[in-house]
Structure formats: structure tokens, C-alpha cells
């Protein structure tokens, strides 16, 4: 049986990796289709504290690994396909079939932004096509960019960008904008945002360098237009990665674990959650290890507080939590 079980490989995960080995809980961690997340669809990082030179998204996540396996972590690939909560010690079915038992679980799944799944998209990722302007902002100085959206996440990448950008256009498939009023006031009120309303994305124009443009469909007009632009920010949302937790936590009402304030416990005593999988709104590398780092010392003291008891017992102990 492990002490600890940590589902997911981005900085939370792997934080929690490093702080659980350095205490003697070897930890395993599991490794889904994404390994690293993110940050390895990133390309340089300029904001992660301790490189003022930046690093290489990938290369980050390399080394983090790398430090969690020097302390004992140890590291599985595969899907886990079901876990069951209603009894401790926890069970994981990975892909395969395997059956691993655990005392505590750390959940760092993240979160997976939408894409748009239309043609040149996926192919120029990193090369004009990002979906986080904190991360990529800065490289598209003076440039022209097209952020795709009409949330309040659209809203305030737009917003944001225009401290790099020459022009920033705002393209929503509809007339009317789903982001709030006063995200919506405070976009409109910006004389360097434009906005491309009631146009739907087909495809992704691109040469050898990158992204050029933007074709839509004019849903007004029936027509195709090519809107030229060096970068497009696609802004359409994240997806909590929680589906294999088959509804057994307690999440929010769009889909984001939910934790008690101030800490990383689940509802689910022994179920712990950090990263973008429990925070819609941060969603930094940097904030997502800390948070790594908060459960695995919640974890810790976890499964040291229950040592001496019956791990087989059945689970009473859920409760409501709230999130922060
Ligand atoms: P969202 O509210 O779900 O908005 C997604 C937007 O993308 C919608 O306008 C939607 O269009 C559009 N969209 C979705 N799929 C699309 C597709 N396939 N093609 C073209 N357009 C597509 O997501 P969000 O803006 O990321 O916000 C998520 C949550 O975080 C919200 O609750 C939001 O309030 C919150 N948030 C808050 C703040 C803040 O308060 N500072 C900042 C960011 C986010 P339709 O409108 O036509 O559906």
C-alpha cells in the first residue's frame, strides 16, 4: 500500500512529489496522456520565479521531475480510469487493469484550455496560436493579435494584451458578449480593442514563420473573411480535468474541485486537491506549486494522524466544504 498516491505531472503535482519524497512518504506518482501539462505546450517562461534568463516551459517540468525522483518519487504512465473513495485505504484502477491501493490521494489533474478544432490550429501552437496571455503576452510586442472569446476571460486577455499588442480585435461567434458587464465596460472603454462580432473561427492561416491570419464565417453575411493578425489568443474556456473522479467531490458549479479555505482538502478526508484542477482563477505555474506544496504537506500530516488506525475502515468523515 502507498502512503500517498499523487494523480497528475504539472508543477502542483510535481511539487507535491518533491515535498512528499523529502519527508519519506514515497510517494508514486501517475503520469496521464499530458505529461507535464501545460507548461509543456508552452514555449519559453519568463515568470517563474529563479530563472531571470526564463526556461523553456518543458524544460521546467523536466527538471522538477527530475528533482522529485532524486528524493524516491517514482513515477507510473497511464490513465486511471476509476478510483474509489467510499472506503480507505483508496483504490486506483490504472489503464490495464492494475489495482493500487493508497492511504491519501493528491488530485493535480489541471486543467485543459478549449481549443477550437478548426483547421491550422493545433499545427501552429506556440507559433501564434496560445491560449495564456500572462504566459505569451509578452513576445507579441508591437504586434497585431486576435483574441477569440466573448467570456470575461476574453475580456481580460484583451484587456491585458493591450499592453504589448499594436491592436488587439476581439472575434465572438455571436452578437451578444457572455463576459459581465463591467468586464464587458472596462473592454469597450480600451480605444486599441476592436471587436469582430457575430464571426465564427474556420480556419487558421499560416506560413512558414507562423500565424498570419484568421479566416470566419460573417454569420450576418453568409461570408468568409480573412482577418490578418500575427497571434491568436484562444480564450474559450478550460476544462477541469476530474472526469475519472466519476462525481465523488464536491466541485463548483463549473466543474473545479472544491477545497476548504485556506488548505487543500477535499471533501473526502484524505483527498487532497492543488493546481488549476481547484483554482479557475489564478492558474499559474507558480501558483499551481504552491498549492502542490500546501497538499503534500496537508498529506503528510494526514496520513501521519492516522497511523494508527484501521486504514480498511469505511469512510464516514465526508463533509461539505467551501471553496476559497
Ligand atoms: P466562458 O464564460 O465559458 O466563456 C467562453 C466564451 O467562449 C463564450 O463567449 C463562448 O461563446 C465562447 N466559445 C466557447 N466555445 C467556443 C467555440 N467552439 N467557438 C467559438 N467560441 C466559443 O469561459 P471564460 O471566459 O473562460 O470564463 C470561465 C469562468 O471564469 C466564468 O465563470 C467567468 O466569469 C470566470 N472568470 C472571471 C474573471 C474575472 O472576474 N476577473 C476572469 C476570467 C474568468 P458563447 O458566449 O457563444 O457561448
Known sequence: MYNAIIVGTGPAGLTAAIYLARANMEPLVIEGPEPGGQLTTTTEVENFPGFPEGIMGPELI?????????????FRTGWVNKVDMSNRPFKLEIEGGEELVTKSIIISTGASAKYLGIPGEKDNIGRGISTCATCDGFFFRGK???VVGGGDSAMEEAHFLTKFASEVRIVHRRDELRASKIMQDRARANSKIAWELNKTPIEVVANERGVTGLKVLNNATGEEELLETDGVFITIGHTPNTTFLDGQLQTNEIGYLLVKPGTTETNIPGVFACGDVQDPTYRQAITAAGSGCMAALDCEKFVEGH????????LNETESVQHV
Open 144 to 146: 497585431k493579435i486576435i
Open 62 to 74: 523536466a527538471n522538477m521531475r527530475t528533482q522529485a525522483e532524486r528524493f524516491g518519487a517514482k
Open 307 to 314: 497511523a494508527v488506525h484501521d486504514w480498511s475502515q469505511s
